[in-house]
């Protein structure tokens, strides 16, 4: 009760008060360049890579990337930059 | 991304991590604040990223608590390279030491050739040369140059009247012109001996010739002394005639003085300083500091740096300062006239020949005027007054 209630007063706030809401809500912040480039913020770690798929941890839920060629760029506790052909984004919710 | 360059200067890594829950193991990495960027997946299970040097130690902790095996596969940056350069660096030190050594070898003397002398002239000047340094093996540095060589050879070698010296890449060409000892001349033709000036005949000896004057006499310049032509009336014979005759002769001598007179010398103190010029840049190498002397007298040494036949822009400078000291010299009226005196008789002496003689001297007038003394004396000298005179073929009495 007391978690969906927070969850309420920071939609209300958000929607309100015109502040961003990845900051607000935890939310991945995902930027793309074409197919080639993807960079998520707010990420809470890698689950699995391979040069085909990468899957990561968010704070709800999952995101799973597929392509092809795959690097990691970069990786930081919060931040992936990913490299390589990407042909799908896909979140996976845990309530499902 | 990070700046690649920076990387490159620490020093980085590439890792490969094999095994399972190698994205664990990325967490962890990550986790602790361990940059790392290019990760590519290889097949299964294995992985490939770059790190920085400095964050090797922390990995292997994470990578005993994980199940991954890591392995280092290349090793890139400044540091491996320092590395190398360092394993490698007889390489460079040999090539530095080669430039050296021929730069050394460059400046070196290493021959000294002498023509048109002798043996016995080109081994003296050979001593001499190595009583001043100058010999096989040593720098042209610390060689005096080629005028003061050439001045000091001509000063203390007798034999020779002349030598150039040229200095031709590390040769020393010493080309030498000898003294042909006079010989005594003799003359064979006939002649006589006639007065060469003024004099009182004090002292005859006549080895050959018939003398036609006596002690005591007055001849004047020209005058017959000894003559050529030998034997009776009527059977003459010419012979060069030889001999010597002395005579008083009188000269004068006037000379004026400043009581007062300043002149400088060199007070003996000096200061020697090396340098060594690129361009117009001067490196000083040795006798650092200012000079103390008020006037000095400066002589300067360069001598360029050579490098095989090549003259580098670099020369090394040997400077010398001298002190100079203006002195100022009185007389008092009485030193005065002395000094006077002394200089008279040296001049005298400078312009008669070796075995005259001064008998006596008279100082005709002094006087002090201006502050100059001014002084003549009167000297008789003892000297041979004695000249050859052909006596022509024909020439009757």
């Known amino acids: 009760m007391a978690k969906k209630w927070g969850q309420f007063v920071r939609g209300w706030m958000t929607k309100n008060m015109e502040l961003p809401q990845d900051v607000m809500m935890d939310l991945p912040r995902i930027t793309m360049i074409g197919q080639i480039h993807i960079y998520i913020e707010n990420h809470r770690g890698l689950l699995a890579f391979s040069d085909k798929e990468l899957r990561l941890l968010l704070k709800q839920g999952q995101l799973l990337i597929r392509g092809k060629a795959f690097v990691i760029k970069t990786i930081l506790p919060e931040e992936i930059l990913l490299e390589g052909k990407i042909d799908s984004v896909t979140y996976i919710s845990d309530t499902d | ?397």
């Open chain 2, 1 to 397: 991304m990070k700046n690649q360059w920076i990387e490159f200067y620490r020093g980085l890594v590439t890792v490969k991590a094999s095994g399972k829950g190698i994205e664990r193991f990325i967490n962890a990495l990550t986790r602790s604040e361990i940059n790392i960027w290019n990760v590519k997946n290889h097949g299964t299970q294995s992985v490939t990223f770059k790190m920085k040097l400095e964050d090797v130690k922390k990995i292997r902790s994470h990578a005993r608590n994980s199940d991954c095996r890591i392995e280092f596969l290349q090793r890139a940056g400044a540091p491996f390279l320092m590395k190398r350069l360092l394993k490698n660096s007889g390489f460079a030190a040999g090539a530095l030491a080669f430039f050296a050594v021929i730069l050394l070898l460059s400046n070196m003397v290493w021959g000294i050739e002498i023509k048109g002398a002798n043996p016995a002239t080109e081994y003296q000047i050979i001593k001499e040369l190595d009583k001043m340094g100058v010999k096989k093996g040593k720098l042209q540095f610390f060689v005096d140059n080629v005028e003061s060589i050439q001045r000091k050879l001509s000063n203390n070698i007798e034999a020779i009247t002349w030598v150039g010296v040229e200095l031709k890449g590390t040769t020393y060409h010493l080309q030498v012109v000898e003294k042909n000892e006079p010989k005594k001349p003799e003359y064979l033709s006939p002649r006589h001996l006639v007065a060469k000036k003024k004099a009182v005949i004090v002292d005859m000896f006549v080895e050959e010739g018939r003398p036609v004057v006596d002690i005591h006499d007055h001849v004047q310049p020209g005058q017959l002394l000894v003559s050529g032509i030998i034997g009776k009336e009527g059977q003459t014979e010419t012979v060069p005639s030889k001999g010597e005759i002395f005579g008083e002769t009188w000269y004068k001598s006037e000379v004026i003085l400043p009581l007062k007179s300043t002149f400088k010398v060199f007070s003996g103190n000096e200061k020697v300083k090396h340098a060594l010029t690129i361009g117009n840049l001067e490196i000083p190498i040795w006798g650092f500091g200012s000079l103390e002397f008020e006037e000095y007298e400066l002589e300067e040494k360069e001598q360029r740096v050579k490098f095989l036949k090549w003259e580098l822009p670099i020369s090394y400078v040997n400077k010398t300062f001298r002190e100079r000291e203006q002195v100022t010299r009185i007389y008092s009226n009485k030193e005065g006239f002395e000094a006077a005196k002394d200089l008279a008789r040296k001049k005298i002496k400078s312009s008669l020949d070796e075995n005259a003689k001064v008998m006596g001297e008279k100082v005709l007038h002094q006087s002090i005027d201006n502050g100059k003394v001014t002084i003549a004396i009167h000297f008789q000298i003892i000297e041979n007054i004695a000249e050859g005179q052909p006596i022509i073929q024909g020439d009757s009495e």
